[in-house]
């Protein structure tokens, strides 16, 4: 997609963290942008954040993107306001903290909900419209550095949506590529990113109940929140950049940071050495 101005970016998350830093490269680039997440107040104040004439390009849409009736009327709001969409940000995401054994069925069905069931909303939605308008579009899916690496622990649920928006991502690439579809995909893989995505519980629904942390659990939040901001830490408008870049690319990975590479490289090791030879 070499030519971005004038394009209709859809954001959800997009109140704070990587979800704004994309709202704001992308009206950088020329684009509009449709601003979706379910917190209406820091939503609004997001917005209020832009100057007048980025304002102007923008539409606040508050979406609670485990709820796919609520995501079609965010598809429907976009096209109403502006006519057609161009690139889906699918990136709205949670995380409890936890061992397995003590994550509960609730902790499971909230984070599965957001990340992985929220993307799969996303795409259910927004990919036949893409193909109705037969033009240039592209989709990112934000999954995470735990979608690519070897079991982390106290993140099993989130870690299990990442992997699912990996795997998802790759499939519908290949199969918009098979129909010949002019539409791009990228998987987003973030690692240490000074967002408040582990702070997700203050959206958690009155319904789930309050997480119980162990002590262990509650240090290795603290120790990942360090990382975020510490000296290997990226700022969201470096990621968001990175996603820019591999749109107009059409690159399908987007990982953000390089140390991690070698983590990366064992897992892929052990499972190699474990696969029987031809």
């Known amino acids: 997609m070499d030519e971005l101005g004038g394009k209709v970016a859809v954001v959800t998350g997009a109140a704070s963290g990587i979800g704004f830093a994309l709202t704001t490269a992308w009206l950088r680039e020329g684009c509009s942008v449709v601003m979706a997440d379910i917190e209406e107040p820091a939503l609004d104040a997001a917005r209020a954040r832009l100057g007048d004439d980025e304002r102007d390009?923008?539409?606040a849409v508050p979406t609670d993107v485990t709820d796919p009736a609520a995501v079609d009327r965010l598809a429907a709001a976009t096209v109403a306001?502006?006519?057609?969409?161009?690139?889906?940000?699918?990136?709205?995401?949670?995380?409890?903290?936890?061992?397995i054994a003590n994550q509960t069925l609730a902790d499971w069905q909230w984070v599965l909900g957001v990340n992985l069931w929220g993307v799969i909303h996303g795409v259910h939605t927004f990919v036949?419209?893409?193909?109705?308008?037969?033009t240039e579009a592209h989709i990112v899916n934000t999954a995470s550095i735990a979608g690519l690496l070897s079991g982390i622990a106290y993140i099993g649920p989130y870690a299990v949506s990442k992997v699912g928006v990996v795997s998802l991502s790759e499939t519908l690439r290949q199969e918009l590529a098979m129909e010949g579809a002019p539409i791009g995909v990228s998987v987003l893989c973030p690692s240490a990113t000074n967002t408040a995505c582990m702070e997700g519980e203050r959206n958690r629904p009155p319904d789930t109940g309050n997480e119980v942390r162990t002590p262990d659990a509650e240090q290795w939040r603290t120790n990942i929140k360090a990382g975020m901001t510490g000296p290997g830490g990226k700022e969201p408008a470096e990621v968001a950049d990175m996603v820019v870049d591999a749109v107009r690319a059409n690159r399908f990975w987007v990982v953000s940071h390089g140390d991690l590479r070698a983590g990366i490289e064992h897992r892929f090791a052990d499972i190699l050495e474990h696969v029987p030879q031809a």
Not at 81 to 99: E, H, K, L, P, Y
């Open 81 to 99: 306001r502006f006519g057609q969409v161009d690139i889906v940000c699918n990136n709205a995401g949670v995380s409890t903290f936890n061992t």
């Open 57 to 59: 390009r923008v539409v």
């Open 128 to 134: 036949p419209i893409l193909r109705r308008q037969s």
